[in-house]
């Protein structure tokens, strides 16, 4: 079946930090990879996606490139803000499953002024 | 405004008492899916639709059922809850992008405790 592992966390940082969350994945088709994010108290909400390889993702400062030959789609940014911290999923759905959805544990980043 | 909505939000419930959780979406979505999170698990996904009247199983779908009567809602049940099953819960709806699921519209969770 297919899986997501990302880097444990939790992740702390200084603010203006760079940032880089690991985010590998196994399918057995090709899937499309998101990045969600779920601030306290809330509910996740799509932070950028990629749908074939070699594809870029980006939103708000964050950006993450699907690629297929390390199965990987890692989240950066460059600068980190008070207001990023939160809870980051990695995930993927692919047509093989059509409906399922597989996600990564979270990461938990804290950011600290 | 395009949402999913859950209700209720915070339930307190005991062993073997029967329970719904409802689920809605107003934007047209085909897909539905029910998932729990719970610490150090992160989310894992319980039942899914397609569309009205199919379903399928996620990846821990004992002791939940689901139904899709209408394209808008897709109610969560526990038939005989049990303390394994408190945690948090999650709704989300989605297009369907070249056969797989889109992105997911989440929505504001249900805390379930079961005692």
């Known amino acids: 079946g297919n899986s997501v592992t990302q880097m444990e966390g939790p992740v702390t940082l200084s603010e203006e930090a760079f940032l880089t969350i690991n985010c590998t994945y196994t399918?057995?088709?090709?899937?499309?990879l998101f990045w969600y994010v779920q601030y306290p108290g809330e509910g996740l909400q799509l932070l950028l996606k990629?749908?074939?390889?070699?594809d870029k993702g980006s939103n708000k400062g964050f950006e993450a490139t699907y690629r297929k030959e390390t199965t990987s789609f890692h989240l950066e940014k460059g600068s980190v803000q008070v207001s990023d911290s939160a809870v980051y999923f990695c995930a993927l759905s692919d047509y093989t499953n059509a409906g399922k959805s597989t996600f990564g544990d979270g990461t938990t980043l804290t950011v600290k002024p | 405004e395009a949402q999913v909505t859950q209700n209720p939000r915070y339930l307190i419930t005991v062993t073997g008492k029967k329970l719904t959780v409802t689920c809605s979406q107003n934007m047209n979505h085909e897909y539905m899916s029910w998932y729990r999170q719970d610490p150090g698990l992160g989310l894992r996904q319980i039942y899914y639709s397609m569309n009205v009247e199919a379903t399928d199983k996620g990846d821990v779908p004992e002791g939940y059922k689901v139904s899709r009567k209408e394209k808008r809602n897709f109610p969560l049940i526990l038939e005989s809850p049990s303390p394994n099953q408190t945690s948090l819960y999650f709704c989300a709806s989605s297009l369907r992008q070249g056969g797989r699921a889109d992105t997911q519209y989440f929505g504001p969770g249900t805390r379930l405790t079961v005692l």
């Open positions: 399918a057995t088709g090709y899937p499309s």
């Open positions: 990629a749908t074939k390889a070699d």
